[in-house]
């Protein structure tokens, strides 16, 4: 036997938590678990696991049972397109299988709701079938254990990864060794700070003997930041120390809550329009800025207008400029600002 398997159910049997759905091989009520644990931490999902069951006992119940009242034991998990699928998947099951999940692996990855992760913990767990899982706390164990570098995410890490679980998995106990790699994954070898001193497979971690647990897994590649084009507008009134701007408060000011200048993705005109103002604009921009929020990246064209008027309102309003110390500016309003002459 592939000594890494037997090592991880020696273990699991040890140190496994005692868990509601580890007491059941009812591949409905692993597969209600195995749903709610999608994004949902452990300790949170055990009421409403609990509770659910309760009240869906069967296959039938759940499929009888309107709409609003599986939501309604799932409000507070979040993610109710999760609830929305199961509900499918077992209206499925009962209208094509008499209520039974079914044991064909194709049959059950067919149901609305299940990929291939839902129906390999349903197959191993309650059919004792030979079907490997990945989930993320499989992935960071089996990057560690076989060190595997290239970045989550990536179809050949994905590729990889399940190849690895493909080849543990075979043998005895099938479902207890898929549960031991995501425990080992939830309780041992965490995303920060891993307790290799105390991981069962520590001697066989490739990771752990090239000194690469903390860079693995590889994080998948960030989306570089959009890039998107607007036009500014410092609209003023008054002249030398009289100067005042204007400043709009919500969807104009790009920055919700936050004062900013007129913005537009179109046209200066525009960016006035919408802010309701009327203004003599001078026709060529006087700067160009670069701005970098999380996910975009903005190009700002900034023009100047004069003789700035329009009426005052709770998001419109007509500042000093040494007013402007006391109140919340979008930090990119202020570096447009710090362009003109104010
Ligand atoms: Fe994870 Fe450390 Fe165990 Fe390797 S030795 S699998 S890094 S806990």
């Given at each position: 036997?592939?000594?890494?398997?037997?090592?991880?159910?020696?273990?699991?049997?040890?140190?496994?938590?005692?868990?509601?759905?580890?007491?059941?091989?009812?591949?409905?009520a692993i597969w209600v678990s195995e749903v709610m644990?999608?994004?949902?931490?452990?300790?949170?999902?055990?009421?409403?696991?609990?509770?659910?069951?309760?009240?869906?006992?069967?296959?039938?119940?759940?499929?009888?049972?309107?709409?609003?009242?599986?939501?309604?034991?799932?409000?507070?998990?979040?993610?109710?397109?999760?609830?929305?699928?199961?509900?499918?998947?077992?209206?499925?099951?009962?209208?094509?299988?008499?209520?039974?999940?079914?044991?064909?692996?194709?049959?059950?990855?067919?149901?609305?709701?299940?990929?291939?992760?839902?129906?390999?913990?349903?197959?191993?767990?309650?059919?004792?079938?030979?079907?490997?899982?990945?989930?993320?706390?499989?992935?960071?164990?089996?990057?560690?254990?076989?060190?595997?570098?290239?970045?989550?995410?990536?179809?050949?890490?994905?590729?990889?990864?399940?190849?690895?679980?493909?080849?543990?998995?075979?043998?005895?106990?099938?479902?207890?060794?898929?549960?031991?790699?995501?425990?080992?994954?939830?309780?041992?070898?965490?995303?920060?700070?891993?307790?290799?001193?105390?991981?069962?497979?520590?001697?066989?971690?490739?990771?752990?003997?090239?000194?690469?647990?903390?860079?693995?897994?590889?994080?998948?590649?960030?989306?570089?930041?959009?890039?998107?084009?607007?036009?500014?507008?410092?609209?003023?009134?008054?002249?030398?120390?009289?100067?005042?701007?204007?400043?709009?408060?919500?969807?104009?000011?790009?920055?919700?809550?936050?004062?900013?200048?007129?913005?537009?993705?179109?046209?200066?005109?525009?960016?006035?329009?919408?802010?309701?103002?009327?203004?003599?604009?001078?026709?060529?921009?006087?700067?160009?800025?670069?701005?970098?929020?999380?996910?975009?990246?903005?190009?700002?064209?900034?023009?100047?207008?004069?003789?700035?008027?329009?009426?005052?309102?709770?998001?419109?309003?007509?500042?000093?400029?040494?007013?402007?110390?006391?109140?919340?500016?979008?930090?990119?309003?202020?570096?447009?600002?710090?362009?003109?002459?104010?």
């Open positions: 036997m592939n000594p890494i398997r037997q090592k991880l159910l020696d273990w699991y049997d040890e140190s496994a938590r005692d868990l509601p759905w580890r007491h059941t091989r009812d591949p409905y644990l999608q994004q949902t931490r452990v300790d949170t999902v055990i009421p409403y696991y609990q509770r659910f069951l309760e009240r869906f006992p069967t296959p039938e119940a759940l499929a009888e049972a309107e709409e609003d009242a599986v939501l309604s034991h799932w409000s507070g998990l979040g993610y109710y397109r999760r609830a929305r699928l199961l509900h499918a998947g077992v209206r499925e099951v009962v209208s094509q299988y008499g209520g039974e999940v079914p044991e064909d692996e194709e049959a059950r990855r067919a149901l609305p709701g299940i990929g291939r992760y839902t129906a390999g913990a349903i197959g191993s767990i309650a059919f004792d079938k030979e079907e490997p899982i990945v989930d993320g706390n499989v992935t960071r164990v089996l990057a560690r254990l076989f060190r595997i570098d290239t970045p989550v995410g990536a179809s050949t890490t994905t590729k990889r990864l399940w190849e690895e679980a493909g080849r543990l998995v075979p043998g005895e106990r099938p479902g207890a060794l898929n549960q031991a790699l995501m425990e080992l994954g939830a309780t041992v070898c965490a995303p920060k700070q891993p307790r290799c001193e105390a991981c069962p497979v520590s001697r066989d971690c490739a990771a752990l003997a090239h000194g690469e647990v903390a860079a693995l897994p590889v994080p998948r590649p960030r989306k570089p930041p959009r890039q998107v084009k607007l036009t500014a507008v410092i609209a003023t009134r008054g002249r030398g120390t009289k100067k005042s701007v204007w400043l709009v408060k919500g969807k104009q000011a790009l920055f919700g809550g936050l004062w900013g200048v007129p913005m537009s993705e179109g046209e200066a005109q525009g960016a006035l329009r919408e802010a309701g103002l009327r203004a003599r604009l001078h026709p060529e921009p006087h700067a160009l800025i670069e701005h970098t929020l999380t996910h975009r990246r903005l190009q700002v064209e900034v023009f100047r207008a004069s003789a700035a008027h329009g009426s005052d309102t709770p998001s419109r309003r007509l500042f000093h400029p040494e007013a402007l110390a006391g109140v919340g500016v979008s930090s990119l309003t202020r570096k447009i600002l710090s362009t003109a002459d104010l």
